[in-house]
Structures are given as structure tokens and as C-alpha cells.
């Protein structure tokens, strides 16, 4: 079990003071703009909830459940099922970059919501309840984690984040290899000079759209 030393946790005590206040201004933000989200959808004829429930793997493996905008049709899980089964080659594509190009489960609006990453705001209710950070290795779903091999301990060491420095260097433009390095290297890393940096990429990947999918 790895010892953490004063200064690291003096940076961990700083980084949770940081995501509470975060947290709490991004909520104020998250309440109108869901308002509005939900009148968007209904002028659409979308009468379904806004938001997206999923599970993922918090720190120590801990199973938590992080919440986004819906970005695809409301029955996606089963679509996306059904489809993996009847195309094997794409399902190994799919597990190697949990990805699928021109992704036909997305809506108009929802297209809209990730490429500005709109569609992460509402995990800002995680990071207040403690499930997430601000800054961290992103969440991953319980079965892709045994990617990371004999490194898996490692990555769920830490709390996931909204943001961190695979997220904010290129997202869905890097392989799922390098993803695993970056998020490593992070948390190898972590310091209060990485996050402000990290902070101030991901403003800029956000306004120059750059890898969001």
C-alpha cells in the first residue's frame, strides 16, 4: 500500500477544497441551462428525461453512477446490444476504442451537447457527493478497466475526473493506448501546477471543438 507524504496530502486536501467550491458554482450554472436543455428537447418531440445514467468505476473500484445530458436516443444501451451482436468485427473495434464512428444513437441536440461538452456538466453533482474530481483519469465502465492490465490498481487510485490530461490533450483524435499512458502519467504526475494546466487546455480543447465525438 502506497504512503502518501505530507505533501501529497496537502495537495489532495487542497484539490477537494477546489472541487466542492467548483462543484457548487457549476451546479448554479447546471440548473437554468438543464431548463433550457428540457424545453429544447420537448420542442423536438423528445418527452424523455435529459439526463443519462451510467455506471463506472470511482477510485478503489468503487462502482458509482456518473450523469450526463442524454446525447442519443432513449433505448441506446439496447441498440448499441443488438448491434455488437450482429456485427463482430465492429464489436472488436468497439472494445479496443469504445468508440463508433458516425455513431447513428445520436441525436441532433445531442451531437450539439458533446462537441461543446455540454453534456459532462451534470457530473459536477459527482464531484460535490465525492464520486468524482474535477481533475482525474476519466471513468471508465467496470469491464474496460482490465485494459490497464496490472496497472489497473493504479489508475482507480485515484477519483475520476470531469477533466484531466488525456481529455485535455486530444481526446477521441489519441488511441485507447496512449489514452491508458496519459491517464497514468497523471497520476504519477498530479500536482497543482498539472491541474491549472490541464484546466486551462481543456478550456481551450472545449472552444476548438478539439477530439470531441
Given at each position: 500500500?502506497?504512503?502518501?507524504?505530507?505533501?501529497?496530502?496537502?495537495?489532495?486536501?487542497?484539490?477537494?477544497?477546489?472541487?466542492?467550491?467548483?462543484?457548487?458554482?457549476?451546479?448554479?450554472?447546471?440548473?437554468p441551462?438543464?431548463i433550457?436543455?428540457?424545453?429544447?428537447?420537448?420542442?423536438t418531440?423528445?418527452?424523455?428525461?435529459?439526463?443519462?445514467?451510467?455506471?463506472?468505476l470511482?477510485?478503489?473500484?468503487?462502482?458509482i453512477?456518473?450523469?450526463?445530458?442524454?446525447?442519443?436516443?432513449?433505448?441506446?444501451?439496447?441498440?448499441?446490444?443488438?448491434?455488437?451482436?450482429?456485427?463482430?468485427?465492429?464489436?472488436?473495434e468497439?472494445?479496443k476504442?469504445?468508440?463508433?464512428?458516425?455513431?447513428?444513437?445520436?441525436?441532433?441536440?445531442?451531437?450539439?451537447?458533446?462537441?461543446?461538452?455540454?453534456?459532462?456538466?451534470?457530473?459536477?453533482?459527482?464531484?460535490?457527493?465525492?464520486?468524482?474530481?474535477?481533475?482525474?483519469?476519466?471513468?471508465?465502465?467496470?469491464?474496460?478497466?482490465?485494459?490497464?492490465?496490472?496497472?489497473?490498481?493504479?489508475?482507480?487510485?485515484?477519483?475520476?475526473?470531469?477533466?484531466?490530461?488525456?481529455?485535455?490533450?486530444?481526446?477521441?483524435?489519441?488511441s485507447y493506448?496512449?489514452r491508458?499512458?496519459?491517464?497514468?502519467?497523471?497520476?504519477?504526475?498530479c500536482?497543482?501546477?498539472?491541474?491549472?494546466?490541464?484546466?486551462?487546455?481543456?478550456f481551450?480543447?472545449?472552444?476548438?471543438k478539439?477530439?470531441?465525438?
Open positions: 500500500m502506497k504512503v502518501l507524504t505530507i505533501q501529497r496530502k496537502c495537495y489532495f486536501f487542497i484539490k477537494r477544497i477546489f472541487d466542492i467550491i467548483c462543484s457548487i458554482v457549476g451546479i448554479i450554472v447546471l440548473i441551462l438543464s433550457i436543455i428540457k424545453i429544447i428537447f420537448l420542442c418531440g423528445d418527452f424523455n428525461s435529459i439526463f443519462y445514467c451510467q455506471k463506472r470511482g477510485k478503489n473500484g468503487k462502482i453512477k456518473i450523469f450526463k445530458f442524454r446525447t442519443m436516443v432513449p433505448n441506446a444501451d439496447k441498440i448499441l446490444e443488438k448491434w455488437l451482436k450482429e456485427n463482430p468485427e465492429k464489436r472488436k468497439y472494445l476504442d469504445r468508440k463508433i464512428d458516425n455513431d447513428p444513437r445520436i441525436t441532433k441536440i445531442g451531437n450539439f451537447l458533446r462537441i461543446s461538452s455540454i453534456d459532462e456538466m451534470p457530473q459536477f453533482i459527482n464531484i460535490l457527493t465525492g464520486d468524482m474530481s474535477l481533475i482525474g483519469p476519466r471513468p471508465v465502465v467496470p469491464d474496460e478497466v482490465n485494459n490497464y492490465g496490472k496497472k489497473k490498481d493504479k489508475f482507480l487510485s485515484m477519483r475520476p475526473g470531469l477533466t484531466g490530461y488525456w481529455a485535455s490533450n486530444g481526446r477521441n483524435n489519441i493506448k496512449e491508458m499512458k496519459m491517464e497514468l502519467y497523471y497520476i504519477d504526475h500536482s497543482i501546477l498539472l491541474d491549472l494546466q490541464i484546466i486551462f487546455d481543456t481551450f480543447a472545449v472552444i476548438k478539439e477530439g470531441a465525438k
